[in-house]
């Protein structure tokens, strides 16, 4: 076995270092560090030259890699085992690595490898680092078929290769008829890495998810974008409630909306990042869309889990009246409240029922006692005691919006009056670099819902009665300290700020465009381009077509006669060529005055003035220059105009 | 005007060897390339009137030696004879001493005199008893042989042959030449009283003007992709020297010289490379070729760049 | 009937060949490689690297993964490039028979084949092998403007004409994903000289007496006369007693029977010996009397070549056992 060059090494652990290093920020560290600790060491016997270790040592480590998973996953199946398998053994492969075909496994490994971290994230610096990582690959082939060379010659031949494949990879990256997977079942374990609002809600959760500063929608309005006060984008809707923890109720689905949409009308365009769940965060209230389902919660959910960027066209109605004919069995469960529980709060509700007579005056009489009860609002409430809701109105009075709607929603129902929880996001800033409304984790909220008679289910936010702020300027105006809050949520740095709105406009492009890029968006492309059926058999036949076109002139290039020769030569060959077709070739080797002699001997009548165009041409190609430009350019006029008989 | 001179030295050669236009214009552009000259036929064709003729039209002192099988070296070069008088040896120069040197049937002598005569062609000078004498300026040679396979003759080994810069024959005459020949002057007459066609200094001049032909880059090309086929073509089982490219190029020159023009052509490089390399190159295959032969094989194989 | 068999299914076979790629018999002079004669496939390596492409492929549509389907599709068009690569390294090379020196039956036949390259791009990664030889040869480089002279070494079995066999001319520039060939067959042979028997009766035995008859050269056993004095003479020939009386410098000339002459005859090989064996035995002693410098002649069945030394006349004399009752003209092939 033939064993490699240097260079050829060192192309190959660049390429592996490149895909390898992306994924340290999800793999165990133990393996993050095996990995490293590896590629450095053949690195270190590429430099010396010195022998690779011994096969056994190469055992040991491997059982020590697969130890590691076990440690780390308990199995190997499933996305990330999978993955970190791989990155152990693609290290190990270089370090046995001493052959043409061990390298060239290596690199399709590391193509796959570079698929694999799209599997968690997908950002442009992902993109550019994969870009650097095909390079590398491409310039270890290139050093695996090729002589010993320098880098930059060879860096330049793979990156020529990079861009004439450029054409061929955008049309199929557009054309290419996509197709909605998964194709199969997925791992378990495929898209935990998502982060945002659950299923439930237990006190601390929604604190808890807006410590971050990740993106969770964006939207971009058609008109002016609506009044901070309008934009609550409605999540999960608790109803029931065990004393600790809320969760939703049963809920009926359909395709079209439990309400009639009335009032002023908000088009806009949301583009919700994945979080794995069906809810879809759309601004009260939307209106009827196709495709979608609606709950009897006012939900807009899809069919399926949202496990990739979505790009949805909505319309939010936020003045319409909604559950005017709610179900009894709902309202009942809207009532229900665990026996045993915070026995001071529904004290509190029976005392404010008896205030207020009217069933109508009893929110806004819960409103005002929490107004006067001093609530203090902060990411980082004292510890609850099993009475959660007493403990936060009573006791410590500090809380966080998810603390403020559970004890409204607790007083309400103590005082009779229908309610449940409703979470979701409110506010979003206007990035002012592309105008969207930018939604992220750090506005999760919680708010309340209570449904009076002949008024349906009106929305009231009880966080506002204590820090109205939140609403109006989002987290970082209402709370007190900006100490806990993430550094991009932090208002006092403004160059911070402008700078993650140019970040987040481009960013907002790249998921448009590369990311978002699906079935959906591919038809779209297509008809723009004026083909009115958008079938896979027309897409197919645009791909088709265009690749062929790509081909072809792949094929020109390839084709195109890459021969010395300047006008001179051009225009002679141009006259032999004439001549040729006329029946009159030129032999390869004959001098072009002894051609004109020939042919004025076997053809006379064929080219009378051939010998004068062959006399300029041996003048000009053999003799002194630079010659005579008069001459020159009789001689180009000639051969152009020559024309044999 | 160099051309008009050359013009002029062909047409009074042409008047004397009649028929032999092509073979006449070679053995002038040989001397013009300052080359040595080898004409190989059968004996009475007029291989020595033609060295006659050129000697008197350029006006060069010109001796002949007959090469015979007991023909000494000393024969050729000179001679040093002991001087009892002063005790000392004193060189006689031989006939070598002369501007053309007309070496008749050199084939006929040893292998030995046959060198020394070559190696005075290559150095232009003689050596003997350890004192250099420098031959005249301008010096040819111009050797007559018979075909090789005549009996009792020593054919000139390969390296040697490599010292003439072409060989070239006449052959029989044409009918219309022959007629003539029959009919007219006794040629020994006619190149006896044939006068000097140059002024002083004009083959000089001639010679300068052959040096200054312009040689592009793509004739030069042409030549190197002649000299590498030669080499490593199929068809040759000895190439040419870089000594006969340098020499196929002096010759091209003089010959584009001699047909008026002031740069080379491939064609000049063609015409000429039958009589430069013919010599040169051995065919391979069990039939020996001729020169034209051999040098069209070479051309064809060669495309012009 | 298994010999008929694979006959025909040969016959077949070469014929689909002359089909598909488009190779008749030798061709003379120069060849140029145009795009009707290059034949592209993927290598192993290649089919290895599409198989992972369809792999990513179908993971990228599992996960919906746009910059998967990216990737995929920038791999995979790279790959496509580098068909063009290949056939381009290829396309418009020039193929010309080159020289061919003859050998004895037994060594390998070395076939200069010029490659040249009319072109301003090098041409990388080259592998040129004849039929039925291995892609390990080592790979070489044609610089732009520039020929090579690549020799291919055919293993010879039979005395006479060798015809060089079809060629292959490989590259598997620039990534290794793709082989592009050419099939071509330069017409262009190899004498192949009868093996130089081992065991031929030695040369001077090859006759009843002392063979052949001596002839007049220059030795140095008997005084001949004296002559000019020369000064690459030898001092020991000089006439030093002239020259100690005062006369001029002279040269003894000696006649001497250091040099034969030699007929080595078809006839004088022992009776029973076999035409191949018989020329085999000429060939040792046309080789082993080149090597002693004797002058030998050639006498074979309708055949003579007179004596005389030098090269060309070993060549003669081999190329005439050679060819000895073999067909003029017509080139084996090589088996």
Redesign the interface.
């Known amino acids: 076995m033939p064993s490699l060059r240097r260079d050829q090494v060192g192309w190959l652990l660049a390429g592996s270092a490149l895909t390898l290093a992306p994924h340290a920020s999800h793999l165990p560290p133990a393996i993050s560090a095996l990995c490293a600790l590896l590629l450095v060491w053949r690195g270190f016997i590429n430099q010396r030259g010195s022998r690779l270790p011994h096969r056994g040592l190469l055992v040991v480590l491997a059982a020590g890699v697969v130890g590691a998973v076990l440690l780390e996953f308990h199995q190997f199946f499933g996305k990330e085992p999978g993955i970190a398998l791989l990155a152990g053994l693609l290290s190990l492969k270089l370090l046995e690595t001493d052959s043409?075909r061990d390298a060239?496994?290596a690199v399709?490994l590391s193509?796959?490898m570079?698929?694999g971290q799209?599997?968690y994230q997908?950002n442009m610096a992902?993109?550019a680092l994969?870009?650097l990582g095909?390079f590398a690959s491409?310039g270890t082939?290139?050093a695996?078929?090729?002589?010993a060379e320098a880098f930059a010659p060879r860096a330049a031949?793979a990156a020529r290769?990079?861009l004439?494949?450029?054409?061929?990879?955008l049309v199929?990256?557009l054309l290419?008829p996509?197709?909605?997977?998964?194709?199969?079942g997925?791992p378990a374990d495929?898209y935990s890495a998502v982060s945002g609002l659950s299923d439930d809600m237990r006190p601390g959760d929604i604190a808890r998810v807006s410590e971050s500063a990740a993106i969770a929608f964006r939207a971009a309005f058609e008109g002016d974008p609506p009044p901070p006060a309008e934009r609550y984008w409605r999540g999960p809707v608790l109803t029931r409630f065990d004393g600790r923890s809320w969760r939703p109720g049963p809920s009926r689905r359909q395709d079209q909306p439990f309400y009639r949409s009335s009032g002023i009308a908000r088009p806009y365009t949301l583009t919700l990042e994945p979080h794995n769940q069906h809810w879809l965060l759309a601004m009260d209230f939307p209106g009827p869309a196709d495709g979608l389902v609606y709950g009897d919660d006012f939900r807009l959910l899809s069919r399926e889990p949202v496990?990739?960027r979505l790009r949805l066209e909505l319309v939010a109605h936020p003045a319409t009246p909604v559950g005017l004919a709610e179900d009894p069995r709902t309202l009942r469960e809207a009532l229900a409240l665990p026996p045993g529980f915070n026995p001071r709060t529904r004290a509190l509700g029976e005392q404010l029922r008896a205030a207020a007579g009217r069933a109508d005056d009893i929110p806004a009489l819960a409103i005002r006692h929490f107004r006067d009860s001093r609530l203090a609002y902060t990411l980082a409430p004292a510890p609850l005691s099993r009475n959660d809701v007493d403990s936060f109105l009573f006791d410590t009075k500090q809380g966080f919006c998810e603390h403020f709607a559970a004890a409204f929603v607790v007083t309400m129902r103590a005082a009779g009056v229908p309610a449940r929880v409703v979470t979701g996001y409110q506010g979003g800033e206007i990035n002012p670099v592309d105008g969207t409304l930018v939604v992220r984790q750090s506005d999760a909220h919680a708010w309340a819902e209570v449904w009076l008679e002949a008024r349906g289910w009106l929305r009231v936010d009880p966080t506002a009665a204590s820090a109205p702020r939140r609403i109006d300027g989002g987290l970082a105006a209402a709370l007190p300290d900006m100490a806990r809050l993430p550094l991009l949520a932090r208002s006092d740095l403004p160059w911070l700020r402008a700078l993650r709105d140019r970040v987040d406009a481009v960013n907002n492009s790249w998921n448009q465009w590369?990311?978002?890029?699906?079935p959906a968006r591919q038809q779209a492309l297509v008809a723009s381009l004026g083909f009115g059926d958008t079938g896979w058999q027309s897409l197919t036949a645009l791909m088709a077509g265009s690749c062929a076109v790509v081909?072809g002139g792949?094929?020109l290039?390839?084709?195109r006669?890459?021969?010395?020769g300047d006008a001179i030569d051009r225009s002679w060959s141009r006259v032999c060529r004439r001549l040729a077709a006329a029946g009159h070739p030129r032999h390869?080797w004959e001098g072009p005055l002894d051609y004109a002699g020939r042919l004025a001997r076997e053809a006379p009548e064929a080219a009378p003035e051939l010998a004068l165009i062959a006399a300029d041409y041996a003048r000009l190609r053999y003799g002194p220059t630079p010659a005579d430009t008069a001459l020159l350019q009789r001689f180009h006029h000639s051969s152009r105009k020559f024309r044999p008989r | 005007m160099p051309s008009r001179i050359a013009r002029r030295l062909t047409d009074a050669a042409s008047r004397i060897i009649l028929g032999k236009d092509h073979a006449v214009r070679l053995a002038l552009a040989c001397i013009l390339a300052r080359g040595h000259l080898l004409i190989e036929d059968i004996p009475g064709v007029g291989k020595t009137t033609l060295a006659h003729v050129l000697a008197r039209l350029l006006g060069l002192q010109f001796q002949r030696i007959q090469f015979t099988s007991d023909m000494?070296?000393?024969d050729i070069i000179g001679?040093s004879?002991?001087d009892?008088r002063d005790a000392s040896f004193r060189f006689h120069p031989g006939p070598a001493f002369a501007q053309l040197l007309l070496a008749d049937e050199i084939n006929r002598a040893t292998p030995?005199a046959q060198s020394a005569l070559l190696e005075a062609m290559e150095e232009r000078q003689i050596?003997?008893?350890?004192q250099t004498w420098r031959l005249p300026e301008p010096f040819f040679v111009i050797a007559t042989q018979n075909p090789a396979d005549q009996i009792g003759t020593f054919p000139l080994p390969e390296s040697q042959l490599d010292r003439f810069l072409m060989r070239i024959s006449l052959g029989y005459p044409d009918r219309a030449a022959e007629r003539a020949l029959l009919a007219g002057e006794d040629r020994r007459e006619l190149v006896a009283h044939l006068p000097t066609e140059l002024q002083p200094g004009e083959l000089d001049s001639l010679f300068e003007a052959a040096r200054h032909i312009h040689v592009g880059p793509r004739l030069l090309d042409y030549v190197q992709a002649l000299l590498?086929?030669s080499?490593?073509?199929?068809?040759?089982?000895l190439g040419l020297s870089p000594r006969a490219g340098l020499g196929l190029l002096a010759a091209a020159r003089a010959w584009a010289l001699l047909g008026g023009r002031d740069h080379v052509l491939p064609e000049d490089v063609q015409a000429v490379l039958p009589a430069v390399a013919g010599h040169r190159l051995r065919a391979?295959g069990?039939t020996p070729l001729g020169p034209d032969a051999l040098a069209r094989r070479l051309v064809e194989?060669v495309?012009l760049p | 009937m298994t010999a008929s068999r694979a006959a025909i299914t040969g016959t077949i076979g070469a014929r689909l060949q002359r089909w598909l790629f488009r190779v008749g018999g030798p061709e003379a002079?120069?060849i140029t490689l145009g795009?009707r004669r290059i034949f592209v496939l993927p290598t192993g390596?290649g089919l290895?690297?599409a198989l992972?492409l369809l792999?990513?492929l179908?993971?990228?549509?599992?996960?919906?993964?746009?910059?998967?389907?990216?990737?995929?599709?920038?791999?995979?068009?790279?790959a496509?490039?580098?068909i063009?690569?290949a056939?381009?390294n290829l396309?418009?090379l020039t193929v010309?028979?080159?020289?061919?020196?003859a050998v004895f039956c037994g060594e390998a036949a070395r076939f200069?084949v010029?490659l040249h390259n009319?072109?301003?791009?090098p041409r990388?990664?080259l592998q040129l092998w004849p039929r039925g030889g291995s892609s390990d040869e080592t790979a070489f480089?044609i610089a732009p403007?520039a020929?090579t002279?690549h020799f291919v070494a055919i293993p010879t079995h039979r005395r006479g004409w060798l015809q060089l066999p079809r060629l292959h001319l490989e590259t598997?520039?620039?990534?290794?994903?793709i082989r592009a060939w050419s099939l071509f067959q330069?017409d262009?042979r190899c004498l192949v000289y009868p093996a130089p028997a081992a065991d031929a009766p030695p040369l001077h035995h090859a006759g009843d007496a002392q063979p052949g008859s001596a002839a007049q050269g220059r030795g140095r056993d008997d005084f001949a006369g004296l002559?000019?004095h020369?000064?690459s003479d030898s001092p020991r020939h000089v006439a030093w007693k002239t020259v100690a009386r005062?006369g001029?410098?002279r040269t003894k000339e000696f006649d001497g029977g250091g040099s034969q002459r030699l007929w080595l005859d078809w006839q004088q090989l022992p009776p029973g010996t076999g035409t191949e064996a018989r020329l085999s035995g000429l060939a040792r002693w046309v080789v082993d009397a080149d090597a002693a410098g004797i002058e030998y002649g050639l006498r074979l069945p309708g055949l003579e070549l007179p004596p005389a030394t030098g090269g060309a006349h070993r060549h003669?004399c081999l190329?005439a056992l050679a060819?000895f009752e073999q067909p003029t003209g017509h080139a084996q092939p090589a088996s």
């Open positions: 043409l060239r496994a399709l193509f796959f570079q698929l799209f599997l997908q992902i993109a994969a870009l095909t491409i082939l290139l695996l078929q090729g002589r031949a290769l990079l004439q494949a450029l054409p061929l990879m199929l990256f290419f996509r197709v909605q997977g998964p194709l199969w997925l495929a496990r990739n590369v990311l978002g890029y699906n081909m792949l094929t290039w390839a084709l006669r890459m021969r010395p390869a | 000494l070296p000393a001679v004879v002991f009892q030995k050596s003997a008893e350890g590498e086929h080499r490593a073509g199929a068809g040759f089982s391979t069990d194989a495309p | 002079g120069p795009q390596f290895a690297l992972t792999v990513m179908l993971a990228s549509i599992n996960y919906n993964l746009s910059l998967g389907f990216a990737l995929t599709f920038l791999i995979g068009g790279i496509w490039v580098s063009h690569h056939f381009r396309v418009d010309s028979p080159g020289r061919s020196e200069g010029q009319p072109g301003l791009r990388l990664g480089d403007q020929g002279v598997r520039h620039p990534l290794g994903l330069p262009q002559r000019h020369q000064a005062g001029p410098w003669a190329a060819l």
